[in-house]
């Protein structure tokens, strides 16, 4: 296939990550193309949101071993906003609030730093409403949001969909959603997995972290990973997820464990 | 964010963008207080009589007082017979007729400053009186306010051409006996700005009174009386500077507002005083008494703060509400950081009925400054229905801060209500990683968060006044994290 002659989008390699000096990834290797979608499964503790924070840079992880490769860059070289300027999108499992800074400013900020780091010219005013008026709709969202103070007050169900609207708008190369479906309804669900779908684009990547396979019914992913107890412990597609449903996550652990 | 706390201390250091002197010959009163001193003052600037006799009574009075200690702050003892009373850029000759013969070199200061004192270069709408250490050097656009009817002058020009109404006003708000450094600054006040707006009148400008100090070893002592009549309102704001000094300078400033019927006064303050280094060397000392009395029905004051420079600032703008359905409000923003103190607030007496007060006060403190609210709001017997509403919120940034609340409530009145909320905050790891993860700096991430923060206090100032108060907060906190 012709995604696999070029180098992969990201490259995990051997990766090891302690937390206070507790190992909670242990060896971890996982390659994504471009255009693929990677579901990442597994019991609470195995690993799954330290991934995704470790990708994004967040302070407080440890990484003790391997590498990690962006678009051919050693990702661990560089600073939390310079990932997000190469195009690196974690969707938040807690995303924060910020009183006072209103949301439409904050995604505007957003927009024109990546837009400065990348050499091209800011948005102005006019057009940046254009845009976010035609990106709001992928999410479903009342423009009264974009007046509102950055999450705060919104329920979960408001913040996920806050957080769909600032990957549409930030168009990133790789996108990391971490436990999306957490604290959701099922009509949220359906909206905020809606607008990822229409994110889904041939040279965009998505890792998709979840406990649960409800959030799968609705992203079909290319590729299903189980992570437990540090490391990727079987990858499939997607009828891996129905095997999981069906007998639970215990079999694998007790299959590594032998 | 360890690997660039030497670029963070190095933005600390270099902030302070006014510190300079301006070199320019001053006719300075040696150090030291007593009744000559006061005597020399009022007759350089040729004052009546009654002044005089007022300023010699507020001095034996303070003479009978001890510097207050109440307050949330520390600082070595002040050597009152060390500092300077009078200084005044020398004149020459006959001293300005016009804004032309203003020494260049003054007019310099105040464009590095960003205040243009040509008229021709001036910001349109803005009016401005300029204070260089004890006097008054410049005002702006006073033909086009006369016009009006609006008089807008020093207060030493004020005790000339209208000791009338300078002696009808002049410390009914603010006694001379009304604390320690109040009674100094009644003592030995130099100069200050006077406005006085007539009967029905819309100040068809903004006023604005520019305070620089200059003179090493010299405090700043002026008054600002500002009267609005019957059914007029204006807005007046003030900004102030100071050259960096290692020594720490006074500043003892008391302001009066009187509000009759109907009127509506709106008073903005953007401080910036030098702060002192980051060991705490140098800075000033800002003891200032700020109080505005709603004398006739449904007056209305407002204070609006942002108080950014200063080692210790000590002050608590306050309303008097003592017309029917009149207003008062404070909304405030106070930012320590290095060694600096604040500790300021506000008190709103309620005496007549239906009047409502509403207090907003933002605290930021970073690095290890120290930040107290202190407010009172009295409901005394008369003040049937009168209402308060208090907000009060602190943000902490680093782990060296302090922030103090002391809310004083007293309540005679079975009809009055009052509400306090306090918040406190820190700027949290979570809510930087989230703004830098959509690809913002570290910086800017924080002058986000605080504006954010401040934004109800940012929504009450000028316009011109609010985007340059976001500036100030963004070069003041740049680096503050770390």
Redesign the interface.
């Known amino acids: 296939m012709s995604t696999n002659q070029a180098s992969p989008m990201l490259s995990i390699q051997n990766l090891h990550v302690s937390v206070d000096g507790k190992p909670i990834i242990k060896g971890l290797n996982l390659e994504i193309n471009a255009g693929e979608v990677h579901a990442i499964m597994g019991p609470n503790g195995a690993g799954k949101s330290t991934l995704a924070n470790v990708l994004a840079g967040r302070e407080g992880y440890e990484v003790t071993d391997g590498k990690v490769l962006f678009a051919g860059e050693d990702i661990f070289e560089l600073e939390i906003e310079e990932r997000a300027h190469r195009g690196l999108f974690l969707a938040m499992q807690y995303p924060v609030e910020l009183p006072g800074v209103n949301n439409t400013n904050f995604l505007r900020s957003a927009v024109n730093a990546i837009r400065v780091a990348r050499g091209e010219p800011e948005l102005d005013a006019v057009s940046f409403l254009k845009l976010v008026r035609e990106k709001i709709k992928v999410v479903d969202m009342d423009e009264k949001f974009l007046k509102r103070s950055v999450n705060a007050g919104f329920s979960g169900g408001e913040k996920k969909r806050n957080e769909i609207l600032q990957m549409a708008m930030l168009e990133p190369k790789l996108a990391v959603l971490d436990e999306t479906d957490s604290g959701l309804d099922i009509d949220a669900l359906r909206i905020v997995a809606n607008g990822v779908n229409m994110l889904r684009r041939p040279e965009r990547a998505m890792i998709v972290v979840t406990h649960y396979q409800r959030l799968l019914d609705y992203i079909e992913p290319d590729f299903v990973h189980v992570l437990a107890n540090g490391r990727i412990v079987r990858s499939g597609d997607k009828s891996l997820v129905a095997e999981l449903e069906e007998k639970g996550y215990g079999w694998l652990e007790k299959e590594v464990a032998a | 964010?360890s690997a660039n706390s030497d670029q963070v201390d190095e933005l600390i250091k270099s902030e302070y963008e006014h510190g300079f002197v301006t070199n320019i010959e001053s006719e300075t009163l040696p150090p030291g207080l007593n009744e000559e001193t006061i005597r020399f003052i009022s007759a350089k600037k040729n004052e009546p009589e009654f002044m005089l006799e007022w300023r010699l009574r507020a001095y034996h009075h303070w003479l009978s007082m001890e510097e207050p200690d109440w307050a949330s702050v520390e600082h070595p003892p002040i050597d009152y017979q060390a500092i300077s009373y009078y200084s005044a850029p020398k004149k020459k000759g006959e001293g300005p007729k016009s804004l032309d013969e203003v020494d260049p070199e003054l007019l310099e200061t105040y464009n590095k400053l960003g205040i243009p004192i040509e008229e021709q270069k001036a910001l349109a709408g803005i009016a401005v009186d300029a204070v260089f250490d004890s006097v008054s050097v410049a005002t702006t656009f006073r033909k086009k306010l006369a016009e009006a009817g609006v008089i807008f002058c020093s207060i030493s020009e004020a005790l000339q051409e209208y000791p009338d109404l300078v002696k009808q006003y002049m410390g009914s708000v603010v006694s001379y006996k009304d604390n320690y450094f109040a009674a100094l600054n009644s003592a030995v006040f130099s100069d200050g700005t006077f406005v006085y707006i007539p009967k029905g009148v819309r100040c068809p400008m903004e006023l604005s009174t520019y305070f620089r100090i200059n003179e090493a070893k010299t405090g700043q002592f002026e008054r600002t009386l500002i009267v609005a009549d019957a059914g007029s309102y204006v807005s007046y704001l003030e900004g102030c500077t100071a050259p960096m000094r290692d020594e720490n300078q006074l500043h003892a400033a008391v302001v009066e507002l009187v509000a009759m019927e109907d009127a509506q006064i709106k008073y903005s303050t953007v401080q910036n005083w030098y702060p002192g280094d980051a060991e705490g060397k140098g800075g000033i000392y800002n003891f200032v008494t700020k109080r505005g009395e709603c004398r006739g029905d449904r007056s209305r004051i407002s204070w609006t703060q942002v108080e950014t420079g200063s080692a210790i600032t000590w002050k608590y703008p306050s309303c008097i509400l003592r017309g029917k359905d009149s207003v008062g409000e404070f909304y405030s923003v106070a930012v320590t950081k290095g060694k600096q103190q604040a500790d300021t607030g506000t008190k709103m007496i309620h005496m007549g009925e239906n009047t409502r007060s509403t207090i907003v006060s933002k605290g930021i403190s970073a690095q290890r400054g120290q930040n107290a609210y202190r407010g009172l709001v009295r409901m005394t017997p008369k003040a049937e229905n009168a209402r308060n509403h208090t907000q009060c919120d602190s943000l902490l940034i680093g782990d060296q801060c302090g922030a103090h609340t002391f809310p004083y409530m007293e309540v005679r009145n079975p009809t009055a209500k009052v509400e306090h909320e306090a918040t406190t905050s820190k700027i949290?790891?979570?809510?930087l990683?989230?703004?830098?993860?959509?690809?913002?700096?570290?910086e800017?991430a924080v002058s986000?968060?605080v504006?954010?923060?401040?934004?109800?206090v940012f929504n009450e100032l000028p316009m011109e006044f609010a985007v340059e108060a976001q500036k100030l907060l963004s070069v003041t906190l740049e680096g503050a994290v770390g």
Do not use: V
């Not at chain 2, 949290?428 to 809510?431: A, G, L, V, Y």
């Not at chain 2, 990683?433 to 570290?442: A, I, K, M, N």
């Not at chain 2, 504006?451 to 109800?456: A, S, V």
């Open positions: 964010m949290s790891e979570d809510q990683f989230y703004c830098r993860q959509r690809g913002l700096s570290e800017d986000m968060i504006n954010g923060f401040c934004k109800e």
